[in-house]
């Protein structure tokens, strides 16, 4: 395969578009393996550009022939045409091990002064912030709140370190629409919340790599029930995203232990404040009537 069938004319804009899309249209049929080392390869093409093929498979999980193995599945004749296509990106990857990732951490900002942590930390959530609200964001985000305004019932579901994704966003949507229903899992009934979902429901999911088990169930089950899928994730080749559903995709690196979760929240603070505005009067008088209930109990103090 020659690299002129792929490479666009503007090598900033396009160089490995075509590599990326190939690999995602691909990646069902692959083995297990190069699921794993195409995964990497998507979501991080720099370090395919950078790093060595043995380096590239340690941090991919897998085996160096592995890679070799995925660039010839394409049709290449080798390794070096499948890594040139990525050489124009420049992104940041991560390593979704937290042992692994504190024991990074921990090496490179040594105990003293945090001042290189804080300036680091600042323009990471940046990257992430542009790149998440990039070309095509606008239009995705009208899908997803024309979808969500249709709906009978809002379901949201966010597992362990996504669940204040999931809790902001029905906390804030219940003070001015009654459809949302979040989704916890307590005491095991996760199942049960959703025995009633159908076809004319939506369910709007946060999930990151390592992804929750149940969260996976849990969009196969709303699938199955003809009901709606609006992904808020971190990889095209996330086991949430829906080829009918709305994918949104987000750019979480870190220097922390966790995936940042600053986008994702902007996302959800503005797909709420999207529903909010487009609510008209009833949205208004529910919120009217949420603040004079909360009045009423004395929640707050001035």
Same mark, same amino acid.
């Given at each position: 395969?020659?690299?002129?069938?792929?490479?666009?004319?503007?090598?900033?804009?396009?160089?490995?578009?075509?590599?990326?899309?190939?690999?995602?249209?691909?990646?069902?049929?692959?083995?297990?393996?190069?699921?794993?080392?195409?995964?990497?390869?998507?979501?991080?093409?720099?370090?395919?550009?950078?790093?060595?093929?043995?380096?590239?498979?340690?941090?991919?999980?897998?085996?160096?022939?592995?890679?070799?193995?995925?660039?010839?599945?394409?049709?290449?004749?080798?390794?070096?045409?499948?890594?040139?296509?990525?050489?124009?990106?420049?992104?940041?990857?991560?390593?979704?091990?937290?042992?692994? @990732?504190?024991?990074?951490?921990?090496?490179?900002?040594?105990?003293?002064?945090?001042?290189?942590?804080?300036?680091?930390?600042? =323009?990471?959530?940046?990257?992430?912030?542009?790149?998440?609200?990039?070309?095509?964001?606008?239009?995705?985000?009208?899908?997803?709140?024309?979808?969500?305004?249709?709906?009978?019932?809002?379901?949201?579901?966010?597992?362990?370190?996504?669940?204040?994704?999931?809790?902001?966003?029905?906390?804030?949507?219940?003070?001015?629409?009654?459809?949302?229903?979040?989704?916890?899992?307590?005491?095991?009934? =996760?199942?049960?919340?959703?025995?009633?979902?159908?076809?004319?429901?939506?369910?709007?999911?946060?999930?990151?790599?390592?992804?929750?088990?149940?969260?996976?169930?849990?969009?196969?089950?709303?699938?199955?029930?003809?009901?709606?899928?609006?992904?808020?994730?971190?990889?095209?080749?996330?086991?949430?995203?829906?080829?009918?559903?709305?994918?949104?995709?987000?750019?979480?690196?870190?220097?922390?232990?966790?995936?940042?979760?600053?986008?994702?929240?902007?996302?959800?603070?503005?797909?709420?404040?999207? =529903? =909010?505005?487009?609510?008209?009067?009833?949205?208004?008088? @529910?919120?009217?009537?949420?603040?004079?209930?909360?009045?009423?109990?004395?929640?707050?103090?001035?």
């Amino acid at each position: 395969m020659s690299q002129t069938e792929i490479r666009q004319d503007d090598p900033n804009s396009g160089a490995s578009d075509g590599i990326v899309d190939m690999l995602k249209s691909r990646y069902a049929a692959f083995s297990p393996q190069l699921r794993k080392a195409a995964r990497f390869a998507i979501d991080n093409p720099s370090d395919v550009a950078i790093y060595s093929m043995r380096t590239l498979a340690k941090k991919a999980g897998v085996q160096h022939n592995a890679m070799v193995r995925l660039a010839r599945e394409l049709g290449f004749d080798g390794y070096d045409q499948f890594r040139d296509l990525f050489r124009d990106y420049v992104t940041r990857g991560s390593d979704a091990r937290w042992l692994s @990732r504190a024991q990074s951490i921990r090496e490179r900002f040594p105990v003293g002064s945090n001042t290189q942590i804080l300036g680091e930390h600042v =323009l990471q959530e940046l990257e992430n912030l542009q790149q998440t609200f990039g070309e095509g964001i606008a239009e995705k985000l009208n899908n997803a709140v024309s979808r969500l305004r249709g709906a009978r019932k809002i379901y949201v579901l966010g597992l362990r370190s996504m669940f204040p994704l999931a809790y902001y966003f029905h906390y804030t949507c219940r003070m001015f629409d009654a459809r949302t229903v979040l989704l916890t899992g307590l005491g095991g009934a =996760l199942a049960d919340d959703l025995r009633t979902v159908g076809s004319k429901d939506v369910l709007l999911v946060f999930s990151y790599r390592p992804y929750a088990r149940d969260a996976i169930a849990a969009v196969e089950f709303v699938r199955e029930r003809k009901g709606q899928v609006i992904a808020i994730t971190d990889s095209e080749v996330s086991p949430v995203v829906t080829e009918a559903g709305v994918n949104l995709i987000v750019r979480n690196s870190t220097i922390s232990l966790f995936s940042s979760l600053l986008p994702a929240f902007a996302v959800a603070q503005i797909i709420a404040t999207m =529903l =909010l505005t487009e609510g008209g009067r009833e949205a208004m008088q @529910r919120l009217e009537e949420t603040q004079e209930q909360l009045d009423q109990f004395n929640v707050y103090q001035e």
